[in-house]
């Protein structure tokens, strides 16, 4: 995952966010799709009002924490069903 490459897919709820990065990595020939997922939240320095990141949470923001979490991973879980299932039919 690179610094300056876009995420395949972002899920948000409020400031919290997770991005999932894909690579590819060869097996016995064929690419396989590796996955890698970033969790973070934005905020707005009080002191010197930048947008920054963190990886840290308040006890309150943990729902919104499961949701983006549960999201992606209901993502990739159906997307490696529907690339098996391609991959089956050819």
Known sequence: M??????????R??????????????VNGRAVPQYSIRVQKRYRDDKDGQWKTTTYFRPDELPKLGL????????????ETEEASAVAAS
């Open 68 to 79: 983006v979490v549960s999201r992606a991973y209901e993502f990739l879980t159906l997307r």
């Open 2 to 11: 690179s610094e300056n490459s876009k995420p395949m897919k972002e899920f």
């Open 13 to 26: 709820a409020g400031t919290v966010v997770v991005a999932i990065w894909a690579e590819s990595t060869p």
